[in-house]
């Protein structure tokens, strides 16, 4: 296990700096007309893999070994490199500056300190000095968390102002509430409703599709859906999704209902977060390309990380399942309406 979680680390630094490095590219290459399709593009890509993967994984295991569903993925990354090296080569591979930015180093530092504060959100349930010790060490990594992540992101990010700092902030809290509410929902149909694994799994399926098809629709309207519009109705769809399924949990309701609601989910995130990877890149000049990108996969990762911390939290605090998966999707629930509350404000407001 310990060198499972080190190769997850390594894979992680990897996943951050080729997430930075596609959008930059997408910036140099192509125009911003193409950009919508560009990222629903890249929406696809990360879909479907995720419904023929597990699959193909589960193959692979049965048939061979565990180990070789590993090699395979290392494997696929041979012929990437090769369709990807022509196109780098025509890129300026120099800084706008001509050289690495004084502060980079200092970045690093803020970032892992975040990691560290994260981590310690995530322990905090099992500190038992005193009776209040959880609650006041959990509010002090998030304080600490917040903190540092002030210097990875546009100034005025925390504070939700318009522009750039509110799509990198949207597109945290939409994350956070997407995947903080999706991990839960197949432990609930198998807790609660008796569904098989896999079956419970395949449930999320449909989410996964209208992710993708919501992600090509917006693609294709281009600025006849306007990146203000695509953005709240996409946030009040994963709300409305989360609280189906709060519903379904509180009041013991089909479990269908929260299986269709969370298609609604995916499709308000095939709308959204297209739509804020194109607004990331409009709103960056060439000298804060790489930046700006850095802080929207930054705003994916620690609101991600913060939101399953929290609900792992809220989950062990209670002792009925009922309450555990209520609590769960109620909070999920409240940072959705976080990002709706500040959806709107992605645009700048309108002269006059």
């Given at each position: 296990m310990p060198l499972l979680v080190a190769g997850r680390l390594v894979q992680g630094l990897g996943g951050g700096a080729l997430t930075v490095a596609l959008y930059v590219?997408?910036?140099?290459?192509?125009?911003?007309?193409?950009?919508?399709?560009?990222?629903?593009?890249?929406?696809?890509?990360?879909?479907?893999?995720?419904?023929?993967?597990?699959?193909?994984?589960?193959?692979?295991?049965?048939?061979?070994?565990?180990?070789w569903v590993f090699l395979g993925v290392v494997g696929l990354v041979v012929p990437a490199v090769v369709m990807i090296v022509p196109v780098l080569r025509g890129l300026d591979r120099r800084s706008p500056d001509g050289d690495v930015p004084p502060w980079a180093v200092?970045?690093?530092g803020w970032a892992g300190l975040a990691a560290l504060a994260v981590l310690g959100l995530n322990l905090s349930a099992g500190v038992t000095l005193f009776p209040a010790a959880p609650a006041v060490l959990a509010a002090a990594a998030v304080v600490v968390a917040l903190l540092a992540v002030r210097p990875l992101v546009p100034g005025g990010t925390l504070l939700a102002r318009r522009g750039l700092p509110s799509v990198i902030l949207t597109r945290g809290l939409a994350g956070a509430a997407f995947f903080g509410a999706e991990v839960y929902l197949p432990y609930l149909l198998i807790e609660e409703y008796a569904f098989p694994p896999t079956f419970a799994g395949l449930t999320l399926t449909g989410g996964a599709l209208a992710w993708a098809g919501a992600a090509a629709i917006q693609g294709r309207l281009g600025a006849r859906l306007?990146?203000?519009?695509?953005?709240?109705?996409?946030?009040?769809?994963?709300?409305?999704?989360?609280?189906?399924?709060?519903?379904?949990?509180?009041?013991?309701?089909?479990?269908?209902?929260?299986?269709?609601?969370?298609i609604f989910a995916g499709g308000g995130m095939g709308l959204l977060y297209p739509?804020?990877?194109?607004?990331?890149?409009?709103?960056?000049?060439?000298?804060?390309?790489?930046?700006?990108?850095?802080?929207?996969?930054?705003?994916?990762?620690?609101?991600?990380?913060?939101?399953?911390?929290?609900?792992?939290?809220?989950?062990?605090?209670?002792?009925?399942?009922?309450?555990?998966?209520?609590?769960?999707?109620?909070l999920t629930a409240v940072i959705a309406v976080a990002a709706v509350a500040i959806a709107p404000r992605v645009a700048e407001r309108a002269p006059g």
């Open positions: 590219v997408v910036a140099r290459v192509y125009p911003a007309v193409l950009h919508p399709g560009i990222f629903a593009a890249f929406s696809a890509a990360w879909v479907i893999p995720s419904l023929v993967g597990p699959f193909a994984a589960g193959i692979v295991a049965q048939l061979l070994s565990w180990h200092g970045r690093l306007t990146h203000r519009a695509a953005v709240w109705t996409g946030a009040v769809l994963v709300l409305g999704a989360i609280l189906l399924a709060l519903v379904t949990t509180a009041l013991h309701w089909p479990a269908a209902v929260a299986i269709a609601g969370w739509r804020l990877s194109v607004m990331t890149l409009a709103l960056s000049s060439k000298e804060n390309e790489g930046f700006n990108s850095s802080a929207m996969s930054i705003s994916d990762s620690l609101g991600g990380a913060l939101a399953l911390a929290a609900t792992g939290i809220v989950f062990a605090a209670f002792t009925t399942t009922a309450a555990q998966f209520s609590g769960v999707f109620a």
